[in-house]
Every structure is written in C-alpha cells, then in structure tokens.
Nanobody, 121 residues
Framework: QVHLVESGGGLVQAGGSLRLSCAAS????????LAWFRQSPGKEREFVAA??????YYADSAKGRFTISRDNAKNTLYLQMNSLKPEDTAIYSC????????????????WGQGTQVTVSS
C-alpha cells in the first residue's frame, strides 16, 4: 500500500497559480503510476493528469495550463497549475497505481485525502 498526503491547496484569484504537492510513502517507488484527480460538489471525480516514467498525460481541461511532475528522490508528486479558472475549483487528490495509466479512478487503488483548491472570479 502507498500512503499519500497532499498539500498546497488554497484560495486564489482567477488567472493565478498554485502548486500542489503529494508526498508518497510506504510502497512508493519510481515505477508507480501517479495521477491527480479532482472532484467538485455534485460532480464525478475527474482525471486531471498522470505521470509514469518519462511520460505525462493530461485531460483536455489541463493541457497548456497544468504541469505534472515528480521528484523520485523525494517520493513527491507535483501539479503546477497556472491560469486558474473558477471552474478549476475542486478537491484535488493524488492517486497511485501500478497496472497502466488510466483516466478511470478505479485503476488507482491508493488515494490521498485531498486538498481544496478554490478559484475566485
């Protein structure tokens, strides 16, 4: 099992930036597939981005604005979010898996508790 703890959420004005972090421990290793998801009230959990090896994958809503990265030495995952919009407001959670990159939450057995991101207009 991989233990994940997110940080870095907060309140920001539209057009601003935030960087989320996700510290991994337990069975964390550089081969894990790590991903960010988000969920707004009344909506289903939505894929944001994933990273494995040298490859990164983004939802259309994140392309060009968000950047996912990882520091394997620190077992930490990051999500740099720029040009934030009010519709980006959500709880952002990191997730870990080992089978294949997927936009489906069910592909990731381990989850953090989430961090709130609120973008004001």
């Amino acid at each position: 099992q991989v233990h994940l703890v997110e940080s870095g959420g907060g309140l920001v004005q539209a057009g601003g930036s935030l960087r989320l972090s996700c510290a991994a421990s337990g069975r964390a290793n550089s081969m894990l597939i790590l991903a960010w998801f988000r969920q707004s009230p009344g909506k289903e959990r939505e894929f944001v981005a994933a990273i494995v090896g040298g490859g990164t994958y983004y939802a259309d809503s994140a392309k060009g604005r968000f950047t996912i990265s990882r520091d394997n030495a620190k077992n930490t995952l990051y999500l740099q979010m720029n040009s934030l919009k009010p519709e980006d407001t959500a709880i952002y959670s990191c997730a870990a898996g080992s089978i294949s990159v997927s936009s489906s939450p069910g592909a990731y057995p381990d989850w953090g508790q989430g961090t709130q991101v609120t973008v004001s207009s």
